[in-house]
């Protein structure tokens, strides 16, 4: 049961009816409790913090991650745990707090990768972009960004070389964009019937 009320929640959190997909949250979390099922536990706490996100309540989002990070002990590892580690890296990045996005980048990605959890891996690998950019290591940037390259999501290769090219338009590459876009978007994709 806990698994289809976690998977109700995420219809509801991908149709944007963000009550119904926290109260299904909340209650895959209680009985996930209560069937020890911690890997689950984690996977939905990190989900349950994606509600109060798409609401730009980042305070609550915190709480919600922090409170899957107080509940992962050393003796039950699991991937979804990367998740919270992922959710607080970004809050951290938007606060300008570097420092504690590093911290989770070195604990959230070695977990992400030892489990191949794509779902933490995309965003911690693109925090860690970001901040090497940052930092001004737009080379470093782009060669951690080439780990996405693999994922086996198809969703995700688009948006990366997206990024990828702008990053490169900042370092003095000011062509690589427009030439990348130009690539990629055939005329046919901009013919919209509205």
């Not at 963000?18 to 939905?44: D, G, K």
């Not at 919270?84 to 951290?92: D, E, T």
């Not at 940037?141 to 948006?159: N, Y």
Request: glycine share 4%; net charge negative; aromatic share 10%.
């Amino acid at each position: 049961k806990p698994v289809l009320l976690f998977n109700l929640g995420l219809d509801a959190e991908q149709s944007g009816d963000a009550e119904l997909a926290e109260r299904y949250f909340t209650e895959t979390i209680h009985l996930s409790r209560l069937l020890q099922n911690y890997h689950l536990q984690f996977l939905t706490l990190g989900h349950l913090a994606n509600v109060p996100t798409s609401q730009a309540q980042l305070h609550a989002a915190c709480q919600t991650y922090e409170q899957a990070l107080s509940l992962y002990r050393t003796g039950s590892a699991s991937p979804y745990a990367a998740l919270a580690h992922a959710g607080l890296s970004s809050l951290q990045y938007e606060w300008g707090n570097f420092d504690a996005v590093e911290q989770h980048l070195e604990k959230g990605l070695p977990l992400a990768r030892s489990w191949n959890h794509w779902e933490s891996l995309i965003p911690l690998t693109i925090i860690n972009a970001r901040l090497e950019y940052r930092r001004g290591n737009v080379q470093k940037a782009l060669s951690i960004l080439d780990e996405l390259k693999v994922s086996p999501f198809e969703g995700v290769l688009l948006p990366v070389e997206a990024y990828a090219a702008l990053l490169r338009s900042y370092n003095a590459d000011q062509d690589s964009a427009s030439a990348w876009l130009a690539a990629k978007v055939t005329p046919s994709m901009l013919d919209v019937n509205i």
